[in-house]
Every structure is written in C-alpha cells, then in structure tokens.
C-alpha cells in the first residue's frame, strides 16, 4: 500500500498564493501517476491536476486551474506539489492528493486506487 501525507492547507486571501505537498511512502514511486483533487461542501470531488511518474503523457490540468496551477514532483523525495497561485473563493475546497499504478494521467477519482486524508483550502474574499 502507498501513504499519502499531506500538509500545506490553510487560509489565504483572494489572489494570493499557496502550495499544497504530497509525501509518499510504502512503494517504489516512479511507477505511480499523482493527482490533485478537490470537494467543496456538498460538492463531487473533482479533478485538478496529475502528473505521471514515469514516462507518458506528462501533466493534465482541468480547465477552471489551467494557467493558475502548477504540478510538480520530487522523486528524491517521493513527494508531489500543487502550486496554486492567483486563487479565487471558488477554490476553496478540501483537497485530496491520490496516486495510481501506471503512466497514464487520468482525470476520474475512480482510477485512483489510493488517497490522501485530504487538507482544506480557505480563500477568503
């Protein structure tokens, strides 16, 4: 099994910026494509944005984030970033890190086989 541990969530103000971290254990990671997802109050849980460990299709942004948000990863620390910048109050949301076996980068919360505990996101109007 992979544990996901996340920490980086808080209050920030409408256009200002944050970075959320994903540490990652239990596995050889390079075989594992990461995503972001979020769920706002009696909302689905979207996606945001993956990137694929090993060779593929690179990164997949969903539209609402596109521009605004950054991916990254650090395989010396098997760890994963979601840098959000220029935030809005609709992107306050509990967000999830999740990981899949596989260098396919997909957008469904169904092909991830496993999560985070997820870390809430505040941004303040």
């Known amino acids: 099994q992979v544990q996901l541990v996340e920490s980086g969530g808080g209050l920030v103000q409408a256009g200002g910026s944050r970075r959320l971290s994903c540490a990652a254990s239990?596995?050889?990671?390079?075989?594992?494509?990461m995503g972001w997802f979020r769920q706002a109050p009696g909302k689905e849980r979207d996606f945001v944005a993956a990137i694929s460990w090993s060779g593929g299709v690179g990164t997949n942004y969903a539209n609402s984030v596109k521009g605004r948000f950054t991916i990254s990863r650090d395989n010396a620390k098997n760890t994963v970033y979601l840098q959000m910048n220029s935030l809005k109050p609709e992107d306050t949301a509990v967000y999830y890190c999740?990981?899949?076996?596989?260098?396919?980068?997909?957008?469904?919360?169904?092909?991830?086989?496993?999560w985070g505990q997820g870390t809430q996101v505040t941004v303040s109007s």
């Open positions: 999740a990981a899949r076996k596989g260098m396919v980068v997909t957008t469904t919360p169904e092909d991830y086989n496993y």
């Open positions: 239990g596995r050889t990671f390079s075989i594992y494509t």
